[in-house]
């Protein structure tokens, strides 16, 4: 009897979003609440995501972009809609080019009044898609589950990204019977793939013949969390190595063959 009033009793567009984001492990959430999110970040909060207040969509979009880096899985960054969202527009850019995963929420303008000037109305689906893999509007509150869990797995897979859901204000508030909302599993981790055998060795041979040879170490293989394997190539082969910023503490910098110190003079 219990689960099946669990079944019959009403839900909301922002519980569904909460739900579904914590579905597909979303832990943090950062943003700035008003008209009409404030629904989502209450109860996201309920639904176990931590939510951290910002000052700035931009710093908002940032910081979750930087959690999704450090932990593999997106953080959630939510806006209001207009302004609020194109203040994380630089946010999402910079997301998109450094390759971390994030997922933008954005409120926006009730469905009935779209193309009558409505409160902060904007084109905002199709202004996130110049920076973003992945930009789209749930059709229905039913909907909701399967859009955030193809953002979360978008932003995650081939080259990480942003990726944005435009939620209207009728849906934040709307109702629906929760068992007419199909629970999306959390989707798989990204892919790995691996380079062709035959291109590893081509690889080897050049790096036989190089007079001169430089190991420069990005974020790639920090993200890829490819420390013990970049370890045992330096003590294979003494290469010296440059790391990048972003690279830094892949392997130490006191390390004999770092030669951050002359980072100037190392490459041509």
Known sequence: PSQRR????????????AEALRA?????????????????????????????????????????SAVGYLTGRPGACLVVSGPGLIHALGGMANANMNCWPVVVVGGS????????????????????????????????????PAVVEKAVRCSTYGRPGACYIDIPGDMVNGRVERAKVRVVPCCLP?????????AISQVVAVLQQAKRP??????????????????????????????????????????PNCVAAARSRSAP
């Open 6 to 17: 669990r079944e019959m009793e009403e839900i909301t567009g922002a519980q569904i979003i």
């Open 109 to 144: 303008s009730d469905q009935n009044q779209e193309t009558m000037g409505a409160f902060q109305e904007f084109p905002q689906v199709e202004a996130c898609r110049l920076y973003s893999k992945f930009s789209a509007r749930p059709s229905s509150l039913e909907a909701i």
């Open 24 to 64: 597909q492990n979303v832990e943090y959430m950062f943003g700035i609440v008003g008209v009409p999110v404030i629904e989502v970040a209450m109860a996201a909060q309920a639904a176990g995501i931590k939510y951290i207040g910002m000052r700035n969509e931009q710093a908002a979009c940032y910081a979750a």
């Open 190 to 198: 990204p892919p790995v793939s691996l380079a062709e055998p035959q």
């Open 214 to 255: 430089l190991l420069i170490i990005g974020k790639g293989a920090a993200y890829a969390h490819a420390e013990s394997n970049i370890q045992n190539l330096l003590d294979l082969t003494g290469f010296p190595f440059l790391p990048t910023p972003m690279g830094k503490g892949v392997v130490p910098d006191s390390h």
